[in-house]
């Protein structure tokens, strides 16, 4: 049996980020760039207003901010002003449009009086604040054609998507998103849909590892549940190892079924290590399968849904990070003060389900839920973090400071 930290090791040195591809960006949200991204365009691309209002010369108003000058033309975004504005004239310009040549001001339309006249006619205006460059965005201010505007490895948002649109980059080079299947094993397993029979369970492991593949950035793929049985778990596993990723929950173990591994092996499988001094966690199995330019991941994960769950949380996030082209970690981590006592017993390092708080000084509270085992999802669900215990025969006391490992934003 191995460390967590031996582990984790074994798992980042085999876990190569994947080969980057041209995509839509409407398809890239939350994907690294694998590329830098330079704009050919100004932006603004000419001078422009920021708000609803009159284009003026300043100096008309340089006196004591009040003038009534002629109107020669309104222009409105997506035109192009005709006139230009002279002394005693003014365009009207609303929020976006090209500011005319001869203005070097935008006065708000709320410090205006239309006056009625021959043509547009004139309008009368009260700004003493009015000074050249009011309410006018300058060309090129936010970026120049050129400018390098986002890095290889940026994660893409929201307002990156935003800005590869504004400088004509309607698809860019990024690396994907693992492809992940999720297999469950067991002839206990049913549907969630499903009324167990006895001897049955619902079939939770599924649903919970698609869920945390995709929250982690994968793409994941649910396979048909595998019975305990060779030619189904071979038939089962081989589609599953069409993915980057193969997540297989039980059979792992040292039971009588426990069949994973030996049909990993016929299907040209490595095993990297079998058991980890991890508590919950224990029996994970973590190999590859060779392909034509990386291996193809497989870890097998217990089968009791916490286990499943923390391995996931340890193992398998760290390992989409890095297929993802970012840092691997083994998640959010922080320390924090025990709100209670807690006993520790065992050669395992224990990760148990806990609440983690911030105090109005900063630090951290942690506090251990109330846990019944590897098999009590309800409750995991009251957990936010896991606190986390080093092996040995220890107490811990009210106040201790622990390591935690962050499941949720706190």
């Known amino acids: 049996m191995i460390t967590v930290e031996e582990a984790l090791q074994h798992v980042s040195e085999r876990a190569r980020p994947l080969s980057a591809r041209t995509t839509p960006i409407r398809d890239a949200l939350g994907l690294a760039l694998d590329e830098d991204v330079t704009s050919d365009i100004d932006s603004p691309p000419y001078d422009k207003s920021v708000v609803d209002g009159y284009a003026v010369m300043a100096a008309d108003l340089a006196r004591d901010g009040h003038a009534q000058l002629a109107i020669l033309e309104e222009v409105v975004a997506g035109s192009v002003p005709q006139a230009c504005v002279a002394s005693g004239s003014t365009t009207r310009v609303m929020t976006g449009a090209p500011i005319p040549k001869g203005a070097d001001a935008v006065v708000m339309i709320e410090r205006t009086e239309p006056v009625a006249g021959a043509g547009l006619g004139s309008v009368v205006i009260r700004d003493a604040s009015a000074k050249a460059g009011s309410n006018i965005l300058r060309r090129g201010v936010s970026l120049r054609a050129g400018d390098v505007v986002l890095r290889r490895g940026t994660r893409l948002r929201a307002m990156e998507i935003g800005l590869l649109a504004e400088v004509g980059r309607a698809a860019v080079r990024v690396v994907p998103r693992p492809r992940v299947a999720i297999l469950p094993t067991g002839n206990e397993l049913v549907d969630a849909s499903a009324t167990p029979a006895a001897g049955q369970i619902r079939n939770s492991n599924g649903p919970m590892l698609a869920a945390a593949a995709r929250q982690a950035g994968a793409e994941p793929i649910e396979i048909e549940i595998a019975r305990d049985e060779m030619a189904d778990l071979r038939r089962r596993i081989a589609e599953g190892l069409e993915a980057d990723v193969l997540l297989l929950s039980g059979g792992v173990s040292a039971g009588v079924l426990d069949l994973v591994p030996r049909v ?80 520790q017993r065992g050669d395992r390092t224990t990760y148990f389900p806990a609440t983690l708080s911030t105090r109005p000084d900063g630090t951290h509270a942690v506090t251990p839920v109330g846990w019944q085992g590897s098999a009590d999802l309800r409750g995991l669900s009251a957990a936010n973090a896991l606190a986390i215990f080093p092996p040995g025969e220890k107490t811990f006391a009210e106040g201790d400071v622990v390591d935690v490992l962050l499941l949720d934003e706190v």
């Open 264 to 343: 990993l092996a016929d299907l040209g499988a490595t095993e990297v290590f079998h058991k980890v001094r991890l508590k919950p966690g224990k029996p994970l199995w973590f190999g590859v399968q060779a392909a034509d330019d990386r291996a193809k991941l497989i870890f097998g994960l217990p089968g009791n849904p916490v286990s499943s769950f923390v391995c996931f949380e340890l193992f398998v996030r760290p390992a989409i990070e890095r297929l993802r082209g970012r840092d691997a970690t083994s998640g959010r981590r922080a320390q924090a003060r025990l709100t209670k006592e807690y006993r």
